[in-house]
């Protein structure tokens, strides 16, 4: 078959500029156009010898090593191996797995290894992230006074609560102080002393003012624990205990203390009044995914003190539309714009114990129940909860020397087969919400309701050793800790 003319011409010019054309580029042409393929090395032009060593230049400027350098630092950055591992030699280090943000493997004495994952919201990256200046919110200061005397802590043996209890139902929390006026945070001025009502320390709290309530929420929360509490009597025998868990950073949020705090610091501020306006408009037409706007929001243009009324008007607002308004806040414009600092707030409104606990962290605060009996009448109360119009009596016991990771707490929970198929985000909404019926349905019970004995108080006393041996470092950053090839407590209660 004959060439046409503009083919023979092409054919041509790549033969005839075949010493100047890059092999890279004159191969592909060659078999685009069924030409004689590169058998024979040509001899090139002196002056493309350049071009000639690109080609083996190349693969030795790209080295595989350095993608694997980056990515280990970026997994090792909140990784404390140094704090925990240079003291003690016999220590692994601390591996946080690929995929699980944070979360990972520490060791205890003789390199018995304490294993497991957590996921990243463990630890709430965003929580303490927009911190003024970039301080660790472990150096955020808060000037306090105490408004009444609260007794102090107690601490509990494990298995010294299982000789007296067959089973726990959680305390879901914030983590807030308890007990004390805040004057400043970070050294901010405020217009006049915030009240901090705990949740770890309610409990101790309550018995300063004279009562014996030991848990506060809404009406629907506090009948749902009463009879969490009742079913776990019912079914194991035995008295019932309410242990509390932590929730994340961010359960300050919707705390009238971080309400009244931003008040009071925008009060005492040199805010833009348009800034505060735009701020207020924002906060009536809140309309981001999750947002719960306040149309008729005050606004703290008008009138700062004003505003913190109507944020903390249990009957006109909802913690909903607080959390909104925070989490608007705790943004990079507003907070260069001089707002009150979000991230600075909540660790100065956080017991110095639970700062960096992970979410679900629990044994703080362990209180006896009395299941059956409701929410105490209001005449009953010792002191009113600003957030919460409900409470639960019963009797206040202490709690762990540390917090102890929910998987061992909860390890009804967390080590059934039913629960496997979940992810791990999935697993701590069902601790701190409802887990699904088929789930209730398979184990009899809800399976927040954790039964407890022996076995189960021999692995929350070996965590508890290991930390006051090794420091927390690994659980505080989200290491798990559970015993490697030891039968969970739930598998052997089926």
Known sequence: MSKSPIRTLVEKGIEAGADYIPDVVEGPLRSVMNMPSLTVPKKKAPKQKPLAAKPAAKPAAKPAAKPAAKSTKKRTKYQPVEPVAAPHPELEDVIFPEGSGRGGTFAVENKVPIVGRRPFIAQSSGGYSRLAGGLPANQVTAETTPFLEMPERQFIDPHDLVKDFRAIVPFIGDKLRGGEDILSIAGRPQEGAVRAFSGPDFARQQRGAGGNEVWASGPSVISGIDRMAKDAQDRFGGRVAGVYTAMGPEGADQTTAMMELIGRQIAAGD??????????????????????????????AKDPMAAIAQLNDINSTTMGQ????????????????????????????????????????SGYMISALEPGKGALPDEMVSMRHPNYPKKLGGEYLGGFEVGVPRELVWSQ????PEMKSYEPFRQLSYLFGRPPKTIRADLGFDPRIQPIDEEWADRIAEFIDAVKKYGPEPYAYGGLAVRKNRPSFAAKAR
């Open 271 to 300: 805010i833009n009044p348009r800034d505060m306006q735009a701020f207020d408009d924002l906060i009536r037409n809140a309309s981001r995914k999750d947002d719960e706007p306040i149309p008729n929001f005050v606004g703290f």
């Open 413 to 416: 929970l967390y080590n059934r």
């Open 322 to 361: 607080r959390r909104t308004l925070t989490q608007a806040m705790n943004a990079k414009p507003w907070l260069e714009a001089g707002f009150p600092d979000i991230g600075a707030n909540r660790a100065g409104l956080t017991i110095p114990e639970l700062l960096y606990a992970p979410e679900g962290t």
